[in-house]
């Protein structure tokens, strides 16, 4: 998003200085003649302009095409002091408008207003109300450094092309609801003294408020940033409205100061970040009923070197493991991003710890695990095995069904191994078959049920003496065996207790 406001000394160049001062004058004045004669006349010879364009031009014309007409109407009110109120409600203006430091007195009536071309605004002073409302802006709009002292109204404006704010001054109230911006919309530097409403408001594209100190209370509720929307280095003095505020786009609230309650409820965030790296959380923040889509659960949200008064509850904050890789599987991912993600997650843990939250602090610590392996080379990495193992068969501590179902595989292969390397390729079903099946099931048992299953005197009905062993040896096989399904059995057992433990949080 470009940051630059309209050059407006090219605009006088462009369209004015083909024009001598005379003519320049004699222009602005028949302009102000004609706006003291009313709307119905001054919007006849709007259409006029608008007639003469289209029959001269065609639509797909260059500025540089349209420059001769365009000096022959230009509209210019630079500099031009207006006293009292001024009424422009319903005014059609057909070609750029050039309101460049002029000063408005009293109010300043916009509403229903047509700009067909640019329309600037820079450097201009209203000292009284002035009012915006459903005004259309088919061109660019660039009221940079503009001062509105009291109220300014730009309720459900439509802005077509870029809409320049930046370092404008609203010493009085602002408000933008229901506003709706095409183009890259630009607040940066501003200064809003009294409330900002941009409720309901769309900015369909690049939104940047970068560095705007908001004195009182920022209404943001239920609007829609379909692009990126920047918020760094703000500072909020008064409560920040976010509630129900729908981010398609990567928002970023780096470096910001909530001074005041800061309320994120019933968001919905689809973009690939959501960034808070160093904000300041001077008093409650709310981040409840929170929404992400899968691209925004590819990244998980940054509060490194966050600062909160009170831990925020992390309950919304995506930490299933299984939904981060699948939202990354189809991305092509550097050793970087995973360190990164790591870093995330970890804050991430330790907000959930600082809430009591155990579940979540552990599908963090999941996250953190897993980001840590793929940031030092996966899993085929053996310093890596132990974390990729601990993950695959017990989902980092939190799964009761992955222990219990090595359990029983370890078993069931345990019990078929010993038969066969015994030759026995059928049950039976009588006295000595169930002493040999509990025989074989005995390692993959705990010691207090297991052991009565070793006594001496089974092991000697199951093997008995022959020429080459005594009674009651086993098979170098079956001891072999018997060893790897009780260890294996001691680790299903080890990790179905650990979750056991972690699902009841005991001890």
């Not at 690939?272 to 929404?291: C, M, N, P």
């Not at 998980?300 to 966050?306: A, E, G, K, L, V």
């Not at 793929?374 to 990495?381: D, I, L, V």
């Not at 799964?399 to 390397?421: D, E, K, Y």
Request: hydrophobic fraction near 40%; include cysteine; proline fraction near 3%.
């Amino acid at each position: 998003m470009s940051s630059e406001p309209i050059d407006i000394e090219k605009y006088h160049r462009d369209y004015i200085d083909t024009l001598s001062e005379e003519e320049r004058q004699a222009i602005r004045q028949s302009h102000v003649e004609r706006i003291k004669q009313g709307r119905e006349v001054w919007n006849a010879w709007a259409k006029q302009v608008l007639a003469a364009i289209e029959q001269t031009y065609p639509k797909n014309a260059t500025e540089a095409e349209k420059l001769t007409i365009r000096n022959q109407y230009e509209i210019d009110f630079s500099w031009v002091e207006f006293e009292g109120l001024v009424n422009f409600s319903g005014f059609i203006f057909p070609i750029a408008v050039n309101f460049t430091k002029a000063s408005f007195s009293g109010e300043a009536d916009f509403e229903w207003a047509t700009f067909s071309d640019m329309a600037i605004f820079w450097e201009t002073t209203f000292s009284g109300e002035a009012y915006f409302s459903e005004v259309t802006f088919s061109g660019k709009a660039d009221f940079s450094e503009a001062t509105f002292s009291d109220r300014a109204n730009f309720n459900k404006a439509t802005f077509s092309g870029e809409a320049y704010f930046n370092e404008a001054t609203f010493p009085g109230k602002a408000y933008f609801r229901n506003t709706s911006f095409s183009d890259d919309a630009d607040f940066g530097w501003a200064t809003f003294s009294e409330r900002a409403v941009f409720g309901d408001a769309i900015f369909s594209d690049e939104a940047d408020f970068g560095w705007t100190t908001f004195s009182n209370e920022a209404n943001f509720r239920k609007t829609t940033f379909s692009d990126k929307a920047n918020f760094r280095k703000i500072t909020f003095s008064d409560k920040a409205d976010f509630s129900e505020t729908t981010f398609s786009g990567k928002a970023y609230f780096g470096q910001v100061i909530f001074s005041n309650m800061a309320d994120f409820s019933e968001a919905a965030f689809s973009g690939e970040e959501v960034a808070f790296l160093g904000t300041q959380f001077q008093q409650q923040s709310l981040f409840i009923d929170l929404q992400f889509s899968k691209a925004a659960k590819a990244t998980p949200c940054d509060f490194r070197q966050t600062h909160f008064y009170l831990p925020p509850s992390v309950d919304d904050f995506p930490s299933d493991i299984s939904q981060f890789i699948n939202a990354n599987k189809n991305i092509k991912r550097d050793k970087e991003f995973y360190k990164a993600c790591e870093a995330k997650f970890r804050t991430l843990k330790q907000l959930a710890e600082r809430n009591n939250h155990h579940q979540k602090t552990l599908e963090f610590y999941g996250c953190e695990l897993y980001c840590q392996r793929q940031a030092s080379g996966g899993w085929r990495k053996p310093k890596n095995w132990v974390s990729y193992f601990y993950g695959l068969l017990s989902g980092y501590g939190l799964s009761l069904l992955r222990p219990f179902i090595l359990w029983l595989v370890v078993m069931c292969i345990g019990i078929g191994a010993q038969a066969l390397n015994d030759g026995k390729t059928s049950f039976s079903f009588t006295t000595a078959g169930w002493e040999r099946a509990s025989f074989y099931i005995a390692p993959s048992m705990p010691p207090f049920v297991g052991k009565p299953l070793y006594q001496k005197e089974v092991r000697h009905r199951l093997y008995p003496a022959d020429q080459t062993k005594p009674a009651g040896q086993l098979p170098t096989a079956n001891r072999f065996i018997r060893t790897i399904q009780t260890l294996m059995t001691f680790i299903a057992l080890f990790l179905f207790g650990l979750a056991l433990r972690n699902r009841f949080k005991i001890g």
